[in-house]
């Protein structure tokens, strides 16, 4: 099968190969659920943020070269293990974690949901990955109630525009955080209830329009902004660390969680998740439900052929992405 591979760890410039690489094995198998996998024939594959830093060898997960990257996949089932929730022929999003970048790819039966009639198959690679980890950043983590009010850093990004939607649909009220009009635009239509430019006012404008402080601030950015976010919490407040896109890790001086009664709580999806395959039956109940509600529509900022996966990763680099940016493994 065609599958695009990292052949060496210099960038999204160089290290991408478009190569033929042998099928999956039969019966397919896969490492989370050893003996077991569901097939899934790839229509969409996602792109996101892990896949660029593993193009310089700077994600935590590092396989052997050449690999094929690529986490979350919107396709056919082609095969199933006895016991799973889809069959063969089912429409499915799921998330495999490496190797969605490839004409077929497996999941574990526990990563792969029905994919609902309203969504096509780029919003289905772009479901798991960005939705998931706001539904368990603010939902489990974050303990958002309704009613409350959440900031969202980069909020016109996959985990940005997904945690507006999330955070809309569990009955908060959402404040966007963006660096442009073009992402306003994009956090508007995402659901944002208000959009605030990053500037040097940034904060003073979030505590003036949320009368004092935010619930709750989603960040998926980290870097200088941080210290700002805890000023831009109310008491009680809580900071979800979900990523460092701005670069560098902040530090906290913990005196001012003491004195403004705020907590700073970690969110790591992938590491809570992966050996809990009932954590993450309920969370895709959850994030189903949402659809169906109309809470959840994923944006789709870009779709590139195979030939073009690094023009995908680069516009990641290079902070132009919006929402989902997508390969389009087997157009519609
Ligand atoms: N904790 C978890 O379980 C988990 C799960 C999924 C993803 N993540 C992490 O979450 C982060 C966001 O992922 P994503 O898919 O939302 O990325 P994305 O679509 O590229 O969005 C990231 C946003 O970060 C902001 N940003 C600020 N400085 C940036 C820079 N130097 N380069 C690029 N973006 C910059 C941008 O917003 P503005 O321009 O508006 O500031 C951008 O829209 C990544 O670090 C990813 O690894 C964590």
Redesign the pocket.
């Known amino acids: 099968m065609r599958a695009v591979q990292i052949v060496e760890l210099t960038g999204p410039d160089t290290a991408l190969a478009l190569s033929e690489v042998p099928d999956p094995s039969s019966p397919p198998e896969h490492p989370l659920s050893p003996g077991s996998g569901v097939l899934v024939e790839v229509h969409a594959a996602g792109v996101?943020?892990?896949e660029l830093?593993q193009t310089r060898g700077q994600y935590q997960m590092k396989p052997p070269l050449p690999f094929v990257p690529g986490s979350e996949v919107g396709g056919v089932v082609l095969s199933a293990p006895a016991g799973a929730a889809v069959k063969p022929g089912d429409r499915v999003a799921a998330f495999c974690a490496l190797g969605a970048f490839a004409e077929t790819a497996v999941a574990p039966a526990f990563f792969t949901f029905a994919l609902s009639e309203q969504l096509d198959f780029a919003q289905g690679a772009a479901l798991i990955?960005?939705y998931h980890?706001a539904y368990?950043?603010l939902a489990l983590r974050g303990r958002l109630q309704p009613g409350e009010t959440v900031l969202v850093?980069?909020?016109?990004?996959?985990?940005?525009t997904a945690s507006l939607q999330v955070a809309r649909a569990l009955g908060a009220r959402t404040i966007a955080?963006?660096?442009?009009e073009e992402?306003r635009r994009v956090a508007e239509q995402a659901g944002a209830d208000e959009v605030v430019m990053?500037g040097e006012r940034w904060k003073d404008e979030v505590l003036e329009r949320s009368g004092g402080g935010v619930d709750v601030v989603l960040d998926?950015?980290g870097?200088d902004r941080f210290t700002d976010s805890l000023r831009s919490l109310g008491e009680d407040g809580r900071l979800i660390v979900?990523?460092?896109?701005?670069?560098s890790i902040p530090e906290v001086k913990v005196n001012r969680l003491l004195l403004r009664n705020i907590s700073v709580v970690g969110?790591?999806?992938?590491a809570y998740v992966m050996g809990k395959p009932e954590l993450n039956v309920q969370i895709g109940e959850a994030i189903s439900k949402m659809v169906d509600d109309g809470y959840i529509s994923p944006p789709i900022g870009g779709r590139f052929p195979f030939e073009r996966a690094a023009d995908a990763l680069k516009m990641?680099?290079?902070?132009r992405?919006?929402?989902?940016l997508v390969l389009d493994v087997r157009p519609d």
């Open positions: 996101s943020f892990p830093l990955l960005n980890t368990f950043a850093h980069g909020a016109a990004g996959g985990v940005g955080v963006v660096s442009s992402k990053l998926p950015v870097g979900v990523g460092f896109t701005g670069g969110a790591g999806w992938g990641l680099d290079e902070r992405a919006t929402g989902k």
